[in-house]
Every structure is written in structure tokens, then in C-alpha cells.
């Protein structure tokens, strides 16, 4: 079992819906939480960031993080075509860090 | 505040020869580290530096090293390429040593 498990999809939605991205992972002692949109070519972007459970908003963004079940996801409310890129869960803890294997998503408008 | 800068973008070499690929943390920043990007295996991590000293290796053999300058510049060495080498190296900085990373374009390399 991989320490930390993501659908690759592909995911593809019409413009304007809900897009709801997940990761599950085996290891307690991972404390912060990302997540990164890369799109072909480029290197990952840094979207959010959360240290331990709860959610955080940013604009059309959401993260949330439930320790408890070891499960992480981020929502992308009004998604646009520009939203379309592989997006990546990543967790640390003490100086490690672990990431999913990416989910692509296309918005199709 | 410019971001993590690579050299170079792109490089194309053959088997068996060496290769060195250069990164620049935003500045502050004291924490690198190196992954490498393929499709089939996604982004794996290579090494940690803070403060010129490696704090994390992932498991890579030995043909892959690194170095950190005390400007916090940091390059990273393949030796004796295989073709199986051939994929996106990333470079990322942090200002803290737990926390977000930042990373910059990449360099693709492509080995044949």
C-alpha cells in the first residue's frame, strides 16, 4: 500500500461545476498538507496549505483535512477551462515529504 | 520576490556521460530539495539540503548526488547516464524546514 493513495482520474467536468479532488493516507505523523496544480510542462504550483485538520478557503478553493480518517481533499467551486491541469496531494512531516501520483482534470467549456 | 530559477530548461545528452543541473531558491529561502518527475513513477524525491548540509536522501543509487552552496544555490550530478534517467528534475525551497515548498520550472532532461 502506497503511503499516500490518489485517484489519477482523468476527471473531466463542464464549466461552472463542482470539482471535488481526494487523497487517503497511511502515515499518522504527517502534520502539514498541500496541494499543487501543475500544468504540461511546468513545475507544480503551490495552491493551499493546512497544518493539521480543518479547512481553509481561498477564493474558489477549498481544502479540507480530517486526521481522524486520514483523508485530505480540495474543492474547486465555478471551475473554469483554465482549471485544467494535473493536480497534486502532498504531505510532511518531520523534513519528509510525501505526494500523490496526480489527478489530471479537464474543464471543458 | 522571483521565484525557484533552473538551468538550464532543457538538455539532451547520451548514455554514459554526466550531467549537472543547477537551482536557485527564492531568496530567504535555506531549504532545497530535488525530485524527479516521470510519468510512470510521478514525482519522486531525490535529496534534501538545509544550510549546505543534506538532511534527507530518497532512494536513488549513488550516480545521483547533490550539493548546497552557503548562498543556499544548490546543484544536483547524475553520472554515467541511462536512458531510464531521462525525465523532469525539480528543484523546490522552503523558508522553513517543514512547511510548503515552492518549485521552479524543472529541466528536462532526455537521455539517448
Known amino acids: 500500500q502506497k503511503e499516500v493513495e490518489q485517484d489519477p482520474g482523468p476527471l473531466s467536468v463542464p464549466e461552472g461545476a463542482i470539482v471535488s479532488l481526494n487523497c487517503t493516507y497511511s502515515n499518522s505523523a504527517f502534520q502539514y498538507f498541500m496541494w499543487y496544480r501543475q500544468y504540461s510542462r511546468k513545475g507544480p504550483e503551490l495552491l493551499m496549505y493546512t497544518y493539521s485538520s480543518g479547512n481553509k478557503e481561498d477564493g474558489r478553493f477549498t481544502a479540507q483535512v480530517d486526521k481522524s480518517s486520514k483523508y485530505i481533499s480540495l474543492f474547486i467551486r465555478d471551475s473554469q477551462p483554465s482549471d485544467s491541469a494535473t493536480y497534486l496531494c502532498a504531505m510532511s512531516a518531520n523534513n519528509d515529504m510525501r505526494f500523490g501520483a496526480g489527478t489530471r482534470l479537464t474543464v471543458k467549456p | 520576490k522571483a521565484g525557484v530559477t533552473q538551468t538550464p530548461r532543457y538538455l539532451i545528452k547520451t548514455r554514459g556521460q554526466q550531467v549537472t543541473l543547477s537551482c536557485s531558491p527564492i531568496?530567504?529561502?535555506?531549504?532545497v530539495s530535488w525530485y524527479q518527475q516521470t510519468p510512470g513513477q510521478g514525482l519522486q524525491f531525490l535529496f534534501e539540503y538545509f544550510s549546505e548540509t543534506q538532511r534527507n536522501k530518497g532512494n536513488f543509487p549513488g550516480r545521483f548526488s547533490g550539493r548546497q552552496f552557503s548562498n543556499s544555490r544548490s546543484e544536483m550530478n547524475v553520472s554515467t547516464l541511462e536512458l531510464g534517467d531521462s525525465a523532469l528534475y525539480l528543484c523546490a525551497s522552503s523558508l522553513e524546514v517543514i512547511g510548503a515548498w515552492y518549485f521552479g520550472p524543472g529541466t528536462r532532461l532526455t537521455v539517448t
Open positions: 531568496s530567504g529561502h535555506r531549504s
